[in-house]
Nanobody, 125 residues
């Protein structure tokens, strides 16, 4: 069974930065496309970014392009989300997700079969 554990969330002022981490255990990490999603109160869970198995390609939501960067360290079974120039509208619970079968970065939740428990990010204005 694959387990995903996020960390790094917190409270930050607008314009600040946070770095989220997600450690994956249970299977070969490099076999999984990894993604980040977020869910604000009263809203649907939405795609943020995803990265290929090798880390050589990535996909971003328009709302975070140029501000967020996804990366991975396959030796450490970890995917990262560097978030810069944070805005109050980035406030949400951020979830790490893993896809084994689709095989390439995707924004569709249905392709991700494994999810973490989430980490809260709050951005004050």
């Amino acid at each position: 069974q694959v387990q995903l554990v996020e960390s790094g969330g917190g409270l930050v002022q607008a314009g600040g930065s946070l770095r989220l981490s997600c450690v994956v255990s249970g299977r070969t990490f490099s076999n999984y496309v990894m993604g980040w999603f977020r869910q604000a109160p009263g809203k649907e869970r939405e795609f943020v970014t995803a990265i290929s198995r090798s880390g050589d390609s990535s996909l971003y939501a328009d709302s975070v392009k140029g501000r967020f960067t996804i990366s991975r360290d396959n030796a450490k079974n970890t995917v990262f989300l560097q978030m810069n120039r944070l805005k109050p509208e980035d406030t949400a619970v951020y979830y790490c997700a893993a896809d084994r079968d689709w095989g390439r970065p995707t924004s569709y939740r249905i392709h991700y079969g494994y999810w973490g428990q989430g980490t809260q990010v709050a951005v004050s204005s």
